[in-house]
């Protein structure tokens, strides 16, 4: 009987052993695809968890970093959780390179991190689409992929056949907007979003000071990507991705405009600022209108989510709050001057745009106005117009209007000789 015991004993450990070194291979390949030269520094464990929760684990043992983890999720989670925090390496969507230093830091306190799981979430790691699928299937590659090939097949299985057009415009993206070769944290923030200037900053703390590629070569991926609309207009993701990409020619476009409006500024060319930061108000209205034929741009699903969560007025008053905040101003006068967290959430929404970016610019260049004319300077009490906004309640549309690609297709038109100069 006793023999019995041991031999299910020692069955169970090699199972156990066998289930846990499954979970674990897949990580340590990651690592060692990413950080070929460090991987040696980690070791990998499973630990339970809490039915109903997911954990994971950073700490020091016998000079090794270890990444532990109820599942392989839970444990790429923490490796990605120690790059951030401990490394200050960013994983972003812009496909640069991990600065690591020659011997990786230890962390000083175990840092255990335990939350309730959501069957389909997703944490840690976050790309865009294309990005997010190259990432997860290059760990499983023996070679580097062949990027045009891979971009090609990428399209096809994207909008659910090939399209010539569609795959030359992801030739171009490609070599464009996903082809950072600069080292950066963070990206390259829509000018609508900052606090009004005419000088180009960054809204935030978060966001970078350069265009690292030419945006008029991106306006042609855009042209090329609408030529194929016949064809893939009843593709949502065609659909979405034509929104995604004519917002950001846009964006970048308002740059441009920006700069106009400077320079009639300085001039103290009052007729001409009038006309340019019009223009620039229009491109803006332009903006709001194209995101409003999606949900995903949309403040009002935003809004009703978090509304919805309170379980009576006084909670919905306050969720609707801190869902406004986390777009917008994020914290405190303090956290937002000192800190430079204001506009580190931002979003290119409709109804964000029309509601709190636009008036925002628009009181700017009313101030402007008055200096060119010598009519008395009226200083802008940012944080407190923005924390006012904060504490409204008015609701904003859920359902998306219009026809996305007969937006887009219109608004190129527009501004077509503008974006390709």
């Known amino acids: ?18 289930a846990q070194a499954q979970e674990t291979t897949a990580i340590k390949q990651l690592i060692e695809k990413m950080i070929p030269r460090h991987s040696d520094s980690f070791e990998l464990k499973v630990i339970p968890a809490a039915p109903g929760k997911s954990i994971f684990q950073i700490y020091v043992l016998d000079d090794k970093i270890v990444l532990a983890g109820s599942s392989k999720d839970e444990i790429a989670v923490a490796f990605n959780w120690y790059l951030k925090y401990n490394c200050n390496c960013f994983l972003g969507s812009c496909g640069n390179q991990l600065t690591l230093p020659e011997r990786l830091p230890f962390p ?9 799981f959501q069957k389909g979430a997703s944490g840690g790691v976050g790309a865009v689409p294309v990005m997010n699928d190259l990432l997860y299937k290059i760990a499983w590659s023996e070679r580097k992929p062949n990027d045009d090939k891979w971009l090609i097949d990428y399209q096809i299985s994207r909008y659910g056949e090939r399209d010539i057009y569609a795959a030359e415009a992801w030739h171009i993206l490609g070599k464009t907007i996903y082809n950072c070769d600069t080292l950066q944290k963070g990206y390259l923030e829509s000018i609508f979003c900052v606090r009004p200037s005419l000088n180009l900053v960054n809204g935030s703390i978060t966001g970078i000071p350069n265009q690292y590629y030419d945006p008029t070569i991106l306006a042609k991926a855009l042209e090329l990507l609408l030529k194929s609309s016949d064809k893939l207009s009843t593709s949502d993701a065609y659909n979405f991705d034509v929104i995604d990409i004519t917002r950001q020619v846009l964006s970048n476009y308002a740059r441009v405009k920006i700069e106009k409006v400077r320079k009639a ?19 803006m209205k332009d903006q709001d209108t194209l995101l409003s034929t999606r949900k995903e741009f949309m403040l009002g699903p935003w809004i009703e989510v978090m509304r919805d969560r309170g379980a009576n007025k006084e909670e919905r008053k306050l969720f609707e709050r801190n869902a406004r ?44 106005a008055r200096q060119i004319t010598g009519t008395a300077e009226k200083k802008i009490d940012y ?39």
Do not use: C
């Open 1 to 18: 009987m006793k023999v019995k015991l041991l031999l299910v004993s020692l069955l169970y450990l090699l199972f156990l052993y066998h």
């Open 108 to 116: 000083k306190d175990t840092l255990t991190i335990e939350s309730p």
């Open 265 to 283: 500024f300085e001039q103290h060319d009052l007729a001409k600022f009038r006309v340019e930061s019009n223009e620039f108000i229009n491109l």
């Open 325 to 368: 905040t986390q777009i917008t101003v994020w914290g405190n006068h303090e956290s937002l001057d000192a800190g430079k967290l204001n506009d580190s959430g931002s979003r290119e929404w409709s109804g964000l745009i029309s509601d709190f970016y636009l008036p925002r610019w628009e009181m700017y260049f009313k101030e402007l």
């Open 383 to 421: 944080p407190m117009w923005e924390d006012q906004w904060t504490r409204l309640q008015n609701n904003y549309p859920t359902r998306a209007k219009g026809n996305s690609v007969e937006t887009a297709n219109f608004l190129f038109k527009k501004y077509k000789q503008l974006v390709i100069r």
